[in-house]
């Protein structure tokens, strides 16, 4: 069993900044492939950014060049450092684990999620 705790999420004015982080602990491996996603009220749980473990990145088209998903200080955590946030961006922010890696913008392929972080962005 993996445990994942986002946090960071907060209320923002358009055009500023957040940066989430997300832990894994539990049954812990040496490094995972890790993602974001989002939800917004009403709407499907949506991708926003993959890092592979050997840290490729992969991003969806709407945050790709405001978004970085990167490694925090261990193997086992995921930052994601938002920038020129938008009010389309508001939504409750989820990141998860994947074994498999060929379908990482597929939320049904995810492992393990975390229990999500409000992100709002005022317009």
């Known amino acids: 069993q993996v445990q994942l705790v986002e946090s960071g999420g907060g209320l923002v004015q358009a055009g500023g900044s957040l940066r989430l982080s997300c832990a894994a602990s539990?049954?812990?491996?040496?490094?995972?492939?890790m993602g974001w996603f989002r939800q917004a009220p009403g709407k499907e749980r949506e991708f926003v950014a993959a890092?592979?473990?050997?840290?490729?990145?992969y991003y969806a088209d709407s945050v790709k060049g405001r978004f970085t998903i990167s490694r925090g200080n261990t193997q086992n955590t995921v930052d994601l450092q938002m920038n020129s946030l938008k009010p389309e961006d508001t939504a409750v922010y989820y990141c998860?684990?994947?074994?498999?890696?060929?379908?990482?913008?597929?939320?049904?392929?995810?492992?393990?999620w975390g229990q999500g972080t409000q992100v709002t962005v005022s317009s």
């Open positions: 890092i592979s473990w050997i840290g490729r990145t």
């Open positions: 539990g049954r812990t491996t040496s490094s995972y492939n």
């Open positions: 998860a684990v994947t074994r498999d890696f060929r379908y990482y913008t597929d939320y049904n392929k995810y492992d393990y």
